[in-house]
Nanobody, 125 residues
């Protein structure tokens, strides 16, 4: 049984930092792409950052230069370092694993097969 367990969410002031972690079990983690999606109330879930099984990365324009995704296949864990947080980053963040997706030979995200339960990130003073 595949499980994704997220941790690290919480309340932070604007300009602050948070580090999310997603620990996977029940699968060969290194074979999968991994991503962090975000979802605001009443809106669709959208991919914010992703990392391929080969280590290529994808960042949505809204988070480029502020967020960094990484993975440790030996620990079956992926991380999202979020810096310079803004109030508009407030969302529920979901980790997911799935197949690599490529657009014109560039890593563009993943086709999510499994999801975590979500963790709330709130940026507010």
């Amino acid at each position: 049984q595949v499980q994704l367990l997220e941790s690290g969410g919480g309340l932070v002031q604007p300009g602050g930092s948070l580090r999310l972690a997603c620990a996977a079990s029940g699968l060969t983690f290194g074979r999968y792409a991994m991503g962090w999606y975000r979802q605001a109330p009443g809106k669709e879930r959208e991919l914010g950052v992703g990392i391929s099984s080969f280590g290529h990365t994808f960042y949505a324009d809204s988070v480029k230069g502020r967020f960094t995704i990484s993975r440790d296949n030996a620990k079956n864990t992926a991380y999202l370092q979020m810096n310079s947080l803004k109030p508009e980053d407030t969302d529920v963040y979901y980790c997911a694993v799935g197949k690599n997706q490529w657009t014109n030979h560039v890593f563009s995200g993943l086709s999510a097969d499994y999801w975590g339960q979500g963790t709330q990130v709130t940026v507010s003073s």
